[in-house]
């Protein structure tokens, strides 16, 4: 009865807020003093003011039915489960088994919400503005593919020109000296700089300095900021002058050149915002232009955030070589690169594509590479190096000029002959070029022998001389009379990305999507660690200043957060991320993942322990014994997590929970206890319902002595939980799992765990089902997820409010590679066909779990174990299915695990997959082409739908995936080759790791009414889709006090948002800024950076279980967190080197969906 005169009471209450809400509103409309009593006589512009009105009322009125319709449903269904409760006999809140042996969790006594304002849902519908002309998705499915022998210009096709071409307008030649520098891929970061770039780098001091003519390009800023704290005072003044002149200039100005295809768009704004900061701080820069020619493939999200970095203009290069030539043919290769969601050209940036091979010499002074060869002086005979076509280069001289000169300029004629303007972009260089003096003095003092003399025959129509990108750029600008950034007449608009990538045949490079897969997954962590962190140090920071304790609080940790940000920033590379380094450079990259990660660990403690303790007088911070220990171990950089065992004694242990989360989540933690009998109680003393399990080391071991403890708790955005664990038996709430394992009639012992139930059968099961209050999970019978020899799945996935089941079969595949001379490599996946599928040696040991808060079912494989897990809890966490593999394939031999999902869904070969976790881009599966061709990067979700249900796959790691037939999508786990695939490398991939890959498989139903639109360039997940996300990839974190003498300091739940965010809106980071004169300390500003994220509405969002609601991008910073004042707000470029407008007493701001906005502001 309780229960119930609770869930009636609150549903009233909200009920009659909504309704006086809604009397307001009346009354503001009927009240307006803005209206003229006139006698009914209006104005015309009075009676449009009134429409105007009528129709903000209709709107209003439509959002709070939407809400009185959501709280309803809310409170039927709060009222429901508590008669079921009632009419059960169950203990309060307990969760309790009805009469076919299921668990039913009642639901806590508060409704919740899903109120979204039908004008945030109209962003996803599209339709506004001119679309571009080049979308890139159209200009795949047009184009041949058909790799038609070109001539000298293999892959394209013979240019000519006019003699008179030139004559109305010169021919202005840009040569662009540049060193591209790897931070690790043959070499470690550090042998790179040891051997070779502080080489390049001296020699480009005093080498520019002999000549004001002389320029030079460069873009690591990570090999950069090493040097610099390693050279002279005087070196540095050098330099400065360098920069100031336009002899020297930084591209990009990133951390790294980053991967475009793995990377996570936080990771990619982490690094640039690091070498942006590091540029302005010790240099003065602010980059204009950016400079990716080695990434393998390129994606709008990071034109994207160049742009709102304030670059103008960017060069690209490792594009598909079919769509180079269609580009070069159509005088394309010059654009405006727009996002597909905007409507105003708001993002537009100028992007150059590289029309040829490659970067290095022989690709970029025109067509011939055999002739383009002639002039990279650093092949003269003599050298370590010559060229592959056998005609070596020969110094220029005043007997050979002239010819020499007359052979070059018809290269640059040609080449210009490309492109819409007589501006020509000619880079000269390649990889750990100008490592030595002498490079510098053969390449520029036989050019600028060449260039005085096209400069001095005027007849010749050229203008030729050494620039950096901008001077190219600022000559197009000036040439075509718009201003820097705007769209020069005749020049298109391009959206869409540059995936998939193949610089020659059929090798396309779709391989180093999954490569060293251990390593993506580590990246991911890293990267939640780091985002964590930050927020929670900047938080503490400012409750320390303000209660003037910051003496007391390690402001030292920021250096440890620099430290994590460059190591994050480094793994970026495009040889990193990649998974296409040696495995020695491999190892390094694992080694200073793992420091920072400890490092990150470590910052989290303490900031949580100054957070949740009562009374901060009685902080101390203590680096010999921390108050904390951290959430799980790792034995060295290649091992998995060790989660840390709380040891019960007579003493109670506590543990804080940080939610990195910036809405409350509700979600299962599990914690490793070391006796069955525990109690677990809140932070306010309430004991809590636990679920019990044991602790398995393999399928058929359980650990003695260690217990999984499961306890679902409810934390706040961003903050801070505590429990409290007390040794000794509560047999009411203390619910153990009942386990189920079955040998399939393989002699095998199973240990017995203590305070566990547990059933052991030689065979299979039969067909069983797992259930929660939203889904039915059903599995086939004796492989339970795998069947048979063919490993395929007879699952099903029901929703518990329809009949329909919707067919989802899981299938694990092996791909072989070729017998031909090029096999799969590191970058290349060149299958032998179709996968074939995976065929164990034994039938799996499955193992099924039941438990009231959550049931899984656990398939052991030679390969894999695969474990797919079903909350039972309301809200995001249930809405899901938990898969987790556990991937071993190091006896391979040039095989790749894939999983493939099999369903229903009328796909008709589209499928949708995201571009750094920022964006989805529509797909098409194109027979025309080869297999390997249709996979594309997945760093957090794919997904196919129709017109009745969309089923989307979450992932906690970036994963090469494609859908290869209707219903269908298919992800690589792993990958082992044992050769090189002629790229450079020049090793397989045998480094193989045992890896957990994490998953999260959706599915939605679309709402009434609302089709599938056809042919958009856009698609937007829904905000439940959004969320799942973000709770795969941010868990809570599980901190135990450390054990100590009693009493033990008074805890207290930390909850810094005074109110949650609109649950379109995503905290991005909050991070500290430097200090002006000290690197390693904060200063007490931090830039705040927010994502709106664009969804779709079209999915249906009924009894959901969680909070949600929009705003119509308005946030209120100024009220956002508790217990601070927002003292200072600047609203600034991405990578604050721009404010956007000047300080402001106002704390509102508006962002429009899709949007990335950073903040400079302080707490206190």
């Given at each position: 009865m309780k229960l119930k005169k609770q869930v009636t009471v609150c549903g009233a209450a909200v009920f009659c807020v909504a309704v006086f809400s809604l009397y307001l509103m009346l009354d503001r409309v009927q009240h307006d003093p803005s209206r003229h009593q006139n006698g009914g006589n209006f104005p015309r512009s009075q009676i449009s003011v009134l429409q105007n009105r009528i129709e903000q009322l209709e709107q209003l009125l439509e959002e709070n039915h939407e809400i009185i319709s959501h709280i309803k449903e809310s409170v039927l269904e709060l009222t429901a489960n508590a008669a079921a409760a009632a009419a059960e006999g169950a203990p309060g809140l307990l969760p309790y088994h009805t009469a076919n042996g299921s668990w039913v969790v009642p639901p806590e006594p508060r409704p919740s919400f899903f109120s979204v304002s039908p004008q945030d849902c109209q962003f996803a519908l599209?339709?506004?503005?001119?679309?571009?002309?080049?979308?890139?998705?159209?200009?795949?499915?047009?184009?041949?593919?058909?790799n038609v022998d070109g001539g000298v210009w293999k892959q394209g096709f013979d240019i000519s020109y006019g003699p008179h071409d030139w004559d109305a307008e010169d021919l202005q030649v840009f040569v662009v000296p540049h060193s591209h520098n790897d931070p690790g891929w043959i070499k470690t970061f550090d042998k790179y700089y040891a051997e070779q770039t502080q080489h390049i780098l001296n020699s480009m001091v005093t080498k520019l300095q002999e000549d004001p003519r002389r320029r030079f390009l460069w873009a690591e800023v990570s090999f950069f900021a090493k040097w610099w704290d390693n050279i002279s005072a005087q070196k540095k003044a050098a330099v400065r002058r360098l920069v100031g002149s336009g002899q020297l200039e930084i591209a990009t100005g990133g951390w790294v050149m980053p991967d475009e295809a793995n990377?996570?768009?936080?990771?990619?704004?982490?690094?640039?915002?690091?070498?942006h900061q590091?540029?302005?701080?010790?240099?003065?820069?602010?980059?204009?232009?950016?400079?990716?020619?080695?990434?393998?493939?390129?994606?709008?999200?990071?034109?994207?955030?160049?742009?709102?970095?304030?670059?103008?203009?960017?060069?690209?290069?490792?594009?598909?070589?079919?769509?180079?030539?269609?580009?070069?043919?159509?005088?394309?290769?010059?654009?405006?690169?727009?996002?597909?969601?905007?409507?105003?050209?708001?993002?537009?940036?100028?992007?150059?594509?590289?029309?040829?091979?490659?970067?290095?010499?022989?690709?970029?002074?025109?067509?011939?590479?055999?002739?383009?060869?002639?002039?990279?002086?650093?092949?003269?005979?003599?050298?370590?190096?010559?060229?592959?076509?056998?005609?070596?280069?020969?110094a220029i001289t005043e007997a050979n000029v002239a010819e020499r000169a007359a052979l070059l300029l018809d290269q640059y004629r040609k080449k210009s002959r490309l492109f819409r303007t007589n501006v020509l972009l000619v880079p000269l260089g390649d990889d750990f070029r100008y490592d030595k003096p002498q490079e510098w003095d053969a390449q520029f003092l036989n050019y600028q022998r060449l260039f005085d003399f096209l400069n001095g025959q005027p007849d010749l129509h050229v203008q030729a001389q050494f620039g950096t990108l901008s001077d190219?750029?600022?000559?197009?600008?000036?040439?075509?009379?718009?201003?820097?950034?705007?769209?020069?007449?005749?020049?298109?608009?391009?959206?869409?990305?540059?995936?998939?990538?193949?610089?020659?045949?059929?090798?396309?490079?779709?391989?180093?999507?999954?490569?060293?897969?251990?390593?993506?997954?580590?990246?991911?962590?890293?990267?939640?660690?780091?985002?964590?962190?930050?927020?929670?140090?900047?938080?503490?920071a400012a409750h320390a200043r303000r209660s003037g304790l910051a003496s007391q609080y390690p402001l030292s940790n920021f250096a440890l957060l620099t430290e994590a940000r460059r190591t994050l920033g480094l793994f970026q590379h495009h040889d990193a991320i990649t998974g296409t380094a040696k495995e020695a450079v491999v190892v390094d990259y694992g080694v200073r993942l793992l420091r920072s990660l400890v490092s990150l660990k470590q910052v989290i403690v303490n900031a949580a322990h100054y957070l949740v303790l009562g009374d901060k007088e009685a902080y101390r911070f203590d680096?010999?014994?921390?108050?904390?220990q951290t959430d799980d171990t790792r034995l060295n950089h290649d091992a998995l997590p060790e989660p840390t065992l709380i040891q019960l004694d007579a003493s109670p242990r506590y543990v804080v929970l940080f939610n990195p989360l910036d809405q409350e989540r509700l979600s299962v933690v599990t914690l490793l206890v070391s006796s069955p009998r525990v109690r677990v109680l809140s932070d306010e003393g309430q004991p809590l319902a636990v679920q019990l399990s044991p602790h398995w080391r393999s399928a058929t071991d359980v650990v003695p002595e260690v217990y999984q403890v499961s306890v679902p708790v409810r934390l706040p955005?961003?903050?801070?939980?505590?429990?409290?664990?007390?040794?000794?038996?509560?047999?009411?709430?203390?619910?153990?799992?009942?386990?189920?394992?079955?040998?399939?009639?393989?002699?095998?012992?199973?240990?017995?765990?203590?305070?566990?139930?547990?059933?052991?059968?030689?065979?299979?099961?039969?067909?069983?089902?797992?259930s929660n209050r939203y889904l039915q999970a059903r599995f086939s019978g004796p492989s339970g997820l795998l069947k048979g020899q063919g490993c395929v799945s007879r699952q099903s996935v029901r929703r518990a409010d329809e009949e329909r089941e919707q067919r989802v079969d899981m299938q694990f595949l092996v791909y072989g590679t070729r017998t031909s001379k090029d096999k799969s490599g590191a970058y290349l996946f060149l299958p032998d066909g179709e996968a074939q599928p995976y065929v164990p040696k034994e039938p799996p040991v499955l193992r099924v779990t039941e438990g009231p808060f959550f049931s899984e079912v656990a398939a052991f494989y030679e390969h894999v174990h695969q474990v797919v897990r079903l909350y039972n809890l309301p809200g995001v966490e249930g809405l899901s299915l938990d898969v987790s593999s556990l991937v071993d394939i190091r006896d391979y031999v040039n095989k790749e695990l894939a999983l493939r999902i099999q369903t229903d869904i009328d796909s008709q070969g589209a499928f949708f997959t995201d571009l750094n976790g920022f964006q989805v881009q529509p797909r098409r599966y194109l027979r025309k082409l080869p297999l390997q061709a249709n996979f594309y990067p997945m760093p957090v979700m794919a997904y196919i739908q129709d017109a009745r249900d969309r089923l989307t796959l979450h992932t906690a790691q970036a994963l090469g995936v494609s859908s290869l037939g209707d219903g269908q999508l298919e992800v690589i786990l792993d990958r082992r080759l044992m050769q090189d695939d002629n790229r450079g490398l020049g090793q397989g991939l045998k480094d193989n790791k045992r890896t957990r890959n994490r998953f999260r498989l959706l599915l939605e139903r679309r709402a009434l009414g609302s089709g599938v639109p056809d042919g958009r360039s856009t698609s937007y997940p829904s905000l439940l889709s959004h969320l799942t996300s973000v709770y795969l990839n941010a868990p809570v974190l599980a901190l135990p006090v450390a054990t100590r003498q009693p009493p033990a300091p008074r805890l207290r739940p930390f909850q810094p948002l005074a109110s949650s965010l609109p649950c379109d809106f995503h905290l991005l980071n909050l991070r500290t800024l430097q200090a002006e004169d000290e690197p390693s300390l904060p200063s007490a500003e931090a830039a705040l950076i927010l994502h709106r994220k664009g969804f779709d509405c079209s999915l249906e969002a009924k009894n959901l279980g969680f909070n949600c609601t929009t705003s119509q991008g308005k946030v209120a910073l100024g009220s956002l967190f508790h217990g601070l004042d927002v003292g200072f707000l600047q609203p600034t470029s991405l990578t604050l080197l721009y404010p956007l407008a000047a300080p402001s007493n106002s704390t509102d701001v508006s962002l429009e969906p899709m949007e990335v906005a950073t903040f400079r502001l302080r707490l206190g």
């Open positions: 599209g339709g506004r503005g001119p679309k571009p002309g080049l979308q890139m998705q159209a200009v795949a499915e047009e184009l041949p593919f058909d990377s996570h768009y936080f990771a990619l704004i982490d690094q640039l915002i690091e070498g590091w540029l302005e701080k010790n240099l003065g820069v602010t980059p204009r232009s950016g400079w990716a020619v080695d990434p393998f493939g390129h994606s709008p999200t990071m034109a994207y955030l160049l742009r709102r970095a304030n670059l103008t203009s960017m060069l690209i290069q490792r594009v598909h070589y079919a769509i180079k030539k269609h580009f070069a043919a159509t005088h394309s290769l010059e654009f405006m690169w727009r996002q597909s969601w905007d409507a105003d050209s708001s993002t537009d940036i100028l992007c150059h594509m590289m029309p040829f091979y490659s970067y290095d010499v022989p690709h970029t002074c025109g067509p011939d590479p055999k002739i383009c060869c002639q002039f990279d002086f650093k092949r003269l005979p003599g050298g370590r190096i010559n060229c592959p076509w056998k005609v070596p280069p020969r190219y750029f600022d000559a197009l600008y000036k040439r075509t009379r718009v201003e820097p950034g705007a769209q020069p007449p005749g020049f298109p608009v391009l959206s869409g990305d540059f995936f998939s990538y193949a610089d020659r045949e059929d090798h396309y490079w779709t391989g180093y999507y999954t490569s060293r897969p251990f390593y993506k997954s580590l990246d991911r962590v890293l990267e939640a660690h780091l985002r964590g962190a930050e927020i929670l140090y900047s938080l503490a680096p010999e014994a921390p108050f904390l955005a961003l903050g801070l939980g505590v429990l409290q664990l007390q040794a000794g038996l509560d047999a009411h709430r203390t619910l153990p799992s009942s386990v189920r394992v079955y040998l399939q009639g393989r002699k095998l012992a199973v240990s017995r765990p203590e305070a566990c139930p547990l059933r052991v059968s030689d065979s299979g099961p039969g067909d069983f089902a797992l």
